[in-house]
């Protein structure tokens, strides 16, 4: 569902999280009038998906976001991923992350993702 226009001059900010069954992505922005919510979506998690580690999770809902929304986020100046908490981003800033996290991680990186740590306001 997409709530408002984008500006293409601010960065999009990817937020994201997942249970055992869904994930769900909110992408906002921050601009002179505040807050602009500019999309929310979700879906149900694949069976290999469910099984996965929790951060390689949350990594397929920012790819599963960043694709769905293409439009909006492609030629953003800046794609900020916003992880649920600092051990997460921790994680994904090792130098030598999980051959699992591999692919995820490259593809993220084809878009000039950034990560950060969010504050609990679009968790599940």
């Given at each position: 569902m997409c709530l408002s226009l984008v500006d293409p001059q601010l960065p999009v900010l990817v937020?994201?999280?997942?249970?055992?069954?869904?994930?769900?992505?909110?992408?906002?922005?921050?601009?002179?009038?505040?807050?602009?919510?500019?999309?929310?979506?979700?879906?149900?998690?694949?069976?290999?998906?469910?099984r996965a580690p929790r951060l390689e999770q949350l990594l397929t809902a920012a790819t599963w976001g960043i694709k769905r929304w293409g439009r909006y986020t492609y030629y953003a100046p800046s794609l900020l991923v916003v992880l649920p908490t600092a051990a997460e981003v921790a994680a994904v800033k090792t130098t030598s992350p999980a051959p699992s996290l591999m692919t995820l991680l490259l593809g993220l990186e084809c878009v000039r993702a950034q990560y950060c740590v969010g504050d609990g306001a679009w968790t599940i």
């Open positions: 937020h994201v999280d997942c249970d055992e069954e869904v994930l769900s992505v909110v992408l906002t922005q921050t601009g002179k009038e505040g807050l602009r919510l500019i999309g929310i979506g979700g879906r149900k998690l694949l069976v290999r998906e469910s």
